[in-house]
């Protein structure tokens, strides 16, 4: 099957497929950047017991990588700290320095290579370092499933004022969507592309009026909305899982959506419930005054809500355990904007309206605070976050560790702590790092 480089009919999997095959082969050949596990395994496993009956436990050693922001009093980043300057802690426990990369003005200063993996059997000489000074590495999402279709117009002309304050010479980006358009752009460096990629969009999500009358409610919650924050959630894991091939190089993962709430105006849907129940049916806009309904732990039992909201973390943590294992920032952006009060359209309760944007817009603080970014939600000021967005991701460390991974830990989260040896400066990091999951395996205890 044949893609090009913008094509409304690509589906995700293949554009994951085709980044995949760029980051190993284009990657490597113009850009000299090594194809390796953004974590990458070191010496051979050990056995620590191995007898009838008795489990046999593994033990490995894994180059664990994050980028590092350090800024003086007056914000301005500080370009002169050495590997002695950082202090790593995981779990508490302090680690020592391997490898350190300065990105500063555009350039690359490779500060401290990682020694080699203690190997076994005939010892090959190590390749000779290639001096990478490419520039960073933008993957744009799309969620046209949670992007109300009157918003299209807006998103179209927001994505190109975003490329355009983004995206530098030098920088390579992506697109990839979910909704129905399947409009793709495969790593490139021309922003026509882009352009062109967001003329195409179009925005798929539900209306409240579609979100309390027609959606098909099953034993926890509207399935449809499970479905779709479920695909979103799929495309964005597959495509950090790629990036994890790249290394020493700032990625960033732009997402552009208007969060999840997985179960929404439950108090309309409620109301609309009992109404058909007792056969007296409902118009356009029901009179809520005076509605009372069973108590709260009959209704929440009823509709699901904490196994929908359990859900929904669930698949936040795995998407920013893989975005901390590729050492890739998310930034959320909520193109909504600033909003204060419901649409003149919206007939529901301020009430219910104001705690399902507050789902929504917490749910992209999430995905962008794990994972050592920033939110744009409810504001209007983006020129100005959008240039913080660029200066953050231009100027930065890229500060790398040996950890133990004990075998029979797969999936596993354990807690990261960045700081330097410098008075007046603050430090800006990830906070921790999920092990990879062997296929099949769970994490749960």
């Known amino acids: 099957m044949r893609c090009f480089l913008l094509n409304s009919s690509c589906s995700a999997s293949m554009w994951v497929r085709l980044l995949s095959f760029t980051a190993a082969i284009g990657l ?6 090594n194809a390796q596990s953004q974590t990458s395994p070191s010496p051979p496993e050990t056995d620590q017991a191995e007898t009838d009956g008795v489990p046999l436990f593994r033990s490995g050693t894994t180059l664990v990588r994050t980028d590092v922001i350090v800024r003086d009093e007056n914000g301005l980043f500080v370009p002169n700290l050495v590997p002695e300057d950082f202090v ?3 779990e508490g426990l302090p680690q020592e320095v391997a490898s350190l990369v300065l990105v500063h003005g555009g350039r690359v200063q490779n500060m401290l290579t990682p020694g080699a993996a203690v190997q076994e059997g005939i010892i090959l000489p190590s390749s000779r370092p290639v001096n990478n000074s490419a520039g960073r590495i933008f993957i744009f ?10 918003m299209t ?6 994505i190109k004022e975003v490329g355009e304050t983004l995206v530098h010479e030098g920088d390579l980006f992506g697109m990839i969507t979910n909704g129905p358009t399947r409009v793709t752009v495969n790593l490139t460096y021309d922003r026509e592309f882009l352009n062109a990629a967001a003329d195409k969009l179009l925005g798929t999500g539900l209306t409240p009026r579609e979100l309390i009358f027609d959606l098909q409610r099953g034993p926890a919650g509207p399935r449809e909305l499970a479905w779709r924050a479920h695909q979103a959630f799929r495309t964005v894991r597959d495509s950090l899982d790629v990036l994890r091939e790249v290394e020493d190089r700032r990625k960033v993962l732009i997402y552009v959506s208007t969060g999840y709430d997985l179960n929404p105006y439950s108090y309309q849907r409620e109301y609309r419930t009992l109404l058909s129940t007792r056969r007296l049916g409902f118009g356009d806009a029901p009179d809520f005054n005076g509605f009372e309904l069973e108590d709260p732990i009959t209704r929440i039992q009823r509709q699901g809500a904490v196994f929908r909201d359990g859900d929904l973390v669930q698949e936040l943590t795995e998407v920013t355990d893989a975005a901390n294992r590729a050492n890739t920032t998310v930034y959320t952006i909520d193109p909504r904007g600033l909003v204060s009060t419901p649409d003149i359209d919206v007939d529901v309760p301020l009430e219910d309206w104001t705690e399902h ?3 929504t817009r917490t749910s992209l603080q999430t995905l962008a605070e794990l994972t050592g970014g920033m939110a744009i939600v409810n504001t209007n000021n983006f020129d100005d976050l959008l240039r913080q967005i ?3 991701t231009s100027d930065y460390y890229i500060v790398g560790y040996y950890t133990t991974e004990p075998g ?3 999936g596993r989260t354990r807690a990261l702590d960045v700081s330097v040896k410098r008075e007046g400066v603050s430090v800006r990091s990830r906070t921790s790092y999920t092990f990879s999951r062997k296929p099949g395996t769970s994490t749960t205890p």
Do not use: C, N, W, Y
Request: without cysteine.
């Open 141 to 150: 999402f799309i969620d046209e499933l949670h992007l109300d279709p009157q």
């Open 408 to 410: 029979g830990l797969e």
């Open 390 to 392: 660029d200066a953050e």
């Open 88 to 90: 790593i802690e995981e």
């Open 357 to 359: 944007m507050r789902e």
């Open 28 to 33: 490597t050949s113009s850009f000299g950047v």
């Open 153 to 158: 117009p807006k998103v179209r002309h927001f």
